[in-house]
């Protein structure tokens, strides 16, 4: 069975960090472009960042540009989002999502406050 489970998410400060990890099962990760998406309260789904299936390659929405950072680990089978320096608007369920199959986990919650 194919499986995509996010854990890493909670409640943090604006400025603090949090990590958020993806962890696949029953497919050959290492074939998988991966990515991070986000829906915030009211929001659409929207998409945060990507990772080639060799990690050699990455793209950010710009609004989160040089505070998050993805990764991935393919003896793992886990791809990572680092979030740095949090903002309020960061709050959202984020979720990963496979690709070309368009697999996707079930979330998790980050949210932003003081």
């Known amino acids: 069975q194919v499986q995509l489970v996010e854990s890493g998410g909670g409640w943090v400060q604006p400025g603090g960090s949090l990590r958020l990890s993806c962890a696949a099962s029953?497919?050959?990760?290492?074939?998988?472009?991966m990515s991070w998406y986000r829906q915030g309260p009211g929001k659409e789904r929207e998409l945060v960042a990507t990772?080639?299936?060799?990690?050699?390659?990455?793209y950010y929405v710009d609004s989160v540009k040089g505070r998050f950072t993805i990764s991935r680990d393919n003896a793992m089978s886990t791809v990572y989002l680092q979030m740095n320096n949090l903002k309020p608007e960061d709050t959202a369920i984020y979720y990963c999502?496979?690709?070309?199959?368009?697999?996707w986990g079930q979330g998790t919650q980050v949210t932003v406050s003081s």
């Open positions: 999502n496979a690709r070309p199959n368009d697999l």
């Open positions: 990772i080639t299936n060799t990690g050699d390659t990455s």
């Open positions: 029953g497919l050959t990760f290492r074939r998988y472009i």
